[in-house]
């Protein structure tokens, strides 16, 4: 499977740690994207239970790649102090937990409303948390989301030109539900892209395994690979989980591939990445 190492969003699967363990395990994954413990958003973690699961993950084998947390998915006109504090905190969980890296998001434009005229207050905040960051170890990674600032691939080029210590992690599906093709904004972005997380939909909107949908994953990972990748994220989304509903602003994801539980999404979801993994070895 080419360099690339794997990972995921393994509250996908379960939403306790140890469903979590087993799910990686059993599908040779050995790094997580933590989001959801024990039914707790990591923001809400303490630091011992941090330390906690730490130990329980390296035990088994499993290192901790990326914060997967809600810093940026708020209103850019709610109070921002409130939401700096909860970044120092997440900063300090990260750390404890020895992720390498932060998911983030540029806040969410009114409806109605020209982006444009929220870019300087967008960057300012974003260069906050990077002044935050600077010195921890951890890199702070943006990830382009429906109906936040950073949506569309000249957004995101804008926040990277002002933060390049900012860097992208690229969602696909994300860009196909807003309209975009995937290769020309990983083409835009490149020079900014740390990590890749491995979501595939269709042109509707619909949520489909990788290499079903629109994002064209299969070129994706050549380009990747070419710029000398290192880690995917699955994010399935294939079936509803525990905290799905409260993870979406809106109802943007359409599921449209059923599943009997969430691991049997999440199995499916790892055999798709490495059926196609497969396909680039051949």
């Known amino acids: 499977m080419k360099n690339f190492r794997l990972c995921a ?4 699967a379960d939403s306790a740690l140890s469903g979590q363990i087993r799910a990686l395990k059993e599908n040779g994954i050995s790094y997580i994207e933590l989001r959801g413990v024990d039914r707790k ?4 973690l303490t630091l011992n239970e941090a330390r906690e699961i730490k130990k329980r993950l390296s035990g088994e084998g499993i290192s901790v790649w990326s914060v997967g947390s809600p810093i940026g998915k708020v209103g850019i006109l709610e109070p921002f102090a409130p939401h700096l504090d909860l970044f120092h905190r997440i900063l300090e969980l990260a750390g404890v937990l020895g992720a390498a890296c932060i998911r983030l998001f540029s806040f969410y434009i009114p409806k109605g409303r020209d982006r444009g005229e929220f870019s300087a207050e967008v960057l300012e905040r974003l260069s906050k948390f990077c002044e935050a960051a600077a010195g921890s170890g951890i890199l702070l990674c943006h990830e382009n989301e429906k109906a936040i600032f950073g949506e569309d691939p000249d957004s995101c080029l804008e926040i990277h030109r002002a933060l390049p210590e900012m860097k992208a992690v690229f969602d696909p599906a994300n860009f196909v539900q807003c309209g975009k093709d995937t290769v020309n904004a990983f083409q835009m972005l490149s020079p900014y892209i740390h990590y890749l997380h491995i979501k595939d939909a269709l042109a509707d909107g619909r949520i489909v395994p990788a290499g079903r949908g629109e994002g064209k994953i299969p070129e994706l990972l050549s380009l990747y690979e070419k710029l000398g990748g290192g880690v995917l994220t699955l994010e399935p ?4 989980f525990d905290g799905l509903k409260a993870l979406e602003r809106e109802a943007h994801s ?10 049997a999404a999440f199995d499916a979801a790892c055999a798709a990445l490495k059926d196609l ?5 051949t």
Do not use: C, G, M, W
Request: hydrophobic content about 30%; cysteine-free; charged content about 25%.
């Open 9 to 12: 969003f393994a509250d996908e």
């Open 41 to 44: 958003n990591v923001s809400t």
């Open 277 to 281: 993994l497969s396909r680039e070895d």
């Open 254 to 263: 359409k599921i449209t591939y059923s599943y009997p539980s969430q691991r």
């Open 237 to 240: 989304h294939l079936a509803v």
